[in-house]
């Protein structure tokens, strides 16, 4: 029996729940209202969180936001709602809000209409992800405002060993200059170590900061043996100043504790999304399917007991697997048999059919939302009329850049798990929106839809996943975003 493992490697502080894309999307409704909502959280905690929403049905006269503290001792006593400000597009509304904690805050929207008025949450992860560089402008004026005091206190000290036992209108003697001088050098001496300690305090105030307020996943190790992988979660001291809040308990998330997926890299060429069993608080075991040799990035999603998101981050070297055939809702796609991809490539072959993007606009730009919409056809490329939901939902897509510095699991309604919206409506007060949770009605429909904004320009690899007569299927697409 071979053995092989690797440990984790600590990855970059801006990842959360969708490592490198701390944006929040949410397509959902407020009564007669539809929504798509876009959430900009702050990169320092306390910070300002930049709102935009987009009516898509409905007429809307005014939306007012108040953010709520999940599971905080302040959640009974909001501060006051802020007015969204409409923009010259009747159908786009902006606005800000302060997010004064790391945690998961419920931003609770209230839409005014012709309607009536109706409410929706939608939960943001907040948490410092960098600290904020000090402008040059400023930084110059605050180094030249040192360097005059610092010559100033220099100055005064000269004067005082000088003159400062003279009376008034006599002249200094060479003794008296010689005492102003050893002043000055002694003064001079004491300033800049008080600087050079000031210095050391600062940055050793900065490196602790570092680990005490700027968020981390949490280590993950990852071990294989005998077709399975063991997957050890551990807390970092991030996590470990924040019991009260960061405990081990889980929350099933369409299901399931931990959503695992598997990238070979550097091609990208295999992909698995697996759920493994809890053995134990913190351990995770999962048996592999038929798995090619090779170096994985292992991307692994949980949802805290207080909603919090997180996607920790390892990489793990496997042989050749001959596990068995996939179970449950585990699933995986093979792309070395495709034709190669393209940037411009919208159809994507499946096992019986093929999925077609549905792509517009053709070029596509950082920063910007956009409905990315998918059909399935037949072998005779017409549209099917048997898609099943997936995990509850109409389909599920994984959104990789080529470098691996972003990965976010999306799902119909956006890149909020179903988990925190859940629980920031169970502990607000909201009514649930179940048709934010699942397939529409039960339409029959061959199309699943999902919205996004790409955070970093780039290259990268869709996984649109779906359901169809108790198999999951896998459609790959490339892109090349544009800043």
């Not at 005091?149 to 060993?161: D, E, K, R, Y």
């Amino acid at each position: 029996m071979r053995i092989w493992a690797l440990i984790l490697v600590l990855v970059a502080s801006n990842a959360f729940a969708h490592v490198g894309s701390p944006d929040v999307y949410l397509e959902s409704a407020a009564g007669p209202y539809h929504l798509l909502i876009t959430v900009n959280p702050p990169a320092m905690i306390p910070g300002v969180a930049e709102v935009h929403i987009r009516v898509t049905s409905g007429t809307v006269d005014s939306i007012t936001i108040t953010p709520i503290y999940v599971n905080g001792k302040d959640q009974g006593l909001p501060p006051a709602a802020d007015s969204m400000q409409p923009s010259a597009d009747p159908h786009w509304f902006a606005g800000n809000v302060w997010l004064m904690e790391s945690g998961v805050w419920e931003l609770h929207a209230e839409v005014a209409g012709p309607q009536g008025i109706a409410k929706v949450g939608i939960p943001v992860p907040a948490y410092a992800r960098r600290t904020l560089p000090m402008p040059r402008s400023l930084g110059a004026l605050l180094f030249a405002l040192m360097l005059a005091l610092a010559f100033g206190i220099v100055s005064i000290a000269g004067a005082a060993g000088r003159e400062g036992v003279l009376p008034p209108a006599v002249t200094p003697s060479s003794r008296n200059l010689r005492l102003g001088r050893i002043a000055m050098a002694i003064t001079g001496a004491l300033v800049v170590a008080i600087l050079t300690l000031g210095n050391w305090w600062w940055n050793a105030k900065a490196a602790d900061l570092k680990h005490t307020m700027l968020y981390n996943p949490p280590p993950l190790e990852v071990l294989y043996q005998a077709d399975q992988v063991t997957l050890r979660l551990e807390e970092d001291f991030w996590h470990k100043t924040r019991k009260d809040q960061w405990s081990m308990s889980l929350v099933p998330d369409h299901g399931y504790l931990m959503h695992l997926f598997l990238v070979r890299v550097p091609a990208m060429d295999r992909f698995y999304h697996l759920h493994p069993e809890q053995i134990r608080e913190g351990l995770f075991k999962a048996k592999l399917p038929r798995v090619s040799s090779g170096t994985y990035k292992v991307f692994a999603d949980i949802v805290r007991g207080t909603g919090f998101p997180e996607t920790m981050v390892s990489e793990i070297h496997l042989p050749d697997v001959n596990g068995g055939p996939y179970s449950g809702d585990d699933s995986g796609v093979n792309t070395s048999g495709f034709e190669p991809l393209a940037h411009f490539q919208t159809v994507s072959p499946l096992a019986d059919g093929r999925m077609v993007w549905d792509r517009n606009p053709t070029s596509l730009k950082t920063g910007q939302v956009y409905w990315f919409r998918f059909h399935v056809e037949d072998a005779r490329n017409r549209p099917v009329e048997d898609l099943e939901p997936y995990m509850g939902m109409e389909g599920h897509a994984e959104f990789v850049k080529s470098d691996l510095s972003v990965f976010a699991h999306i799902h119909p309604a956006g890149s909020v798990p179903m988990a925190s919206l859940m629980i920031g409506q169970r502990d607000s007060g909201l009514p649930m929106d179940h048709a934010s949770m699942g397939p529409r009605a039960n339409v029959r429909t061959s199309e699943v839809s999902f919205p996004y904004g790409f955070p970093q320009p780039g290259d990268y690899r869709l996984f649109i996943q779906v359901k169809r007569r108790g198999h999951v299927e896998t459609g790959v697409f490339d892109v090349c975003v544009e800043n």
